[in-house]
């Protein structure tokens, strides 16, 4: 089936240590988010790719990072995580159409991100 | 700077019962989704709404749009336990800003 696979599931880190989350799609869509949701939260947009676009949100912190070498694939580097960024990281992917029709995002299961 | 906004946050009732969630969002946008979000997992996409008008249903869910009160709503014909969850509405397009709503969190109680 068709989906969107995010590893690992679960991440244990200290704090300052660099980590890497990984996403990747079989959907052939050609834009890909990162999301962080905290507990009781909204999902919070980080940034996104469209097809090798990168498009970060102002209030993206410089300690969040990402790279999209290939269509299939997106990553998330934290590159020196604090305590207060232990979340649950989301995957997203959607097919934006000509004129800027966005189907709806399609969702991993997630990253669950824990700072020590 | 576009905001939405839900309500109720937190809905608890009864098994059988009807209840309808609302959606505002403050700016024009010509699409609305909603999502629905079980505890500990991922979000699940519900429905899009591409339209002034639009409803669509599923099951004991039904959504429908009006652009011009820039206002969503979701109801819920005869409640059962399996519609538990935290359901989001989001607002917005590629190229404009995407917001989620905060939320309502519903429980379903036999």
């Known amino acids: 089936d068709a989906m969107v696979i995010q590893n690992p599931r679960y991440q244990v880190t200290q704090f300052g240590k660099p980590v890497t989350l990984s996403c990747s799609q079989t959907?052939?869509?050609?834009?890909m988010y990162w999301y962080q949701q905290k507990s009781s939260q909204a999902p919070k947009l980080l940034f996104h790719?469209?097809?090798?676009?990168?498009?970060n949100e102002a209030d993206t912190p410089d300690n969040f990072q990402s790279r999209r070498p290939n269509t299939s694939f997106c990553f998330l580097d934290i590159r020196s995580p604090g305590l207060g960024d232990a979340a649950m990281y989301l995957c997203?992917?959607?097919?934006?159409?000509?004129?800027?029709?966005?189907?709806?995002?399609?969702f991993g299961p997630g990253t669950r991100l824990l700072v020590l | 700077e576009l905001k939405v906004e839900q309500n109720p946050l937190f809905l608890s009732m009864q098994e059988g019962k009807n209840y309808t969630i609302y959606c505002n969002y403050s700016?024009?946008?010509?699409?609305l989704y909603w999502y629905r979000q079980d505890p500990g997992k991922s979000l699940e996409s519900l429905f899009v709404l591409l339209s002034n008008g639009a409803v669509k249903q599923e099951g004991r869910l039904m959504a429908s749009l009006d652009t011009k009160a820039r206002l969503s709503t979701l109801h819920i014909t005869a409640a059962v336990h399996d519609l538990s969850a935290t359901y989001f509405c989001?607002?917005?397009?590629?190229?404009?800003?995407?917001?989620f709503g905060p939320g309502t969190r519903l429980s379903v109680l036999p």
């Open positions: 700016t024009t946008s010509d699409r």
């Open positions: 997203a992917t959607s097919r934006v159409r000509g004129g800027g029709y966005q189907e709806t995002q399609y």
């Open positions: 989001a607002v917005g397009n590629y190229g404009q800003n995407f917001v």
């Open positions: 790719y469209y097809d090798k676009d990168f498009n």
């Open positions: 959907l052939n869509h050609n834009v």
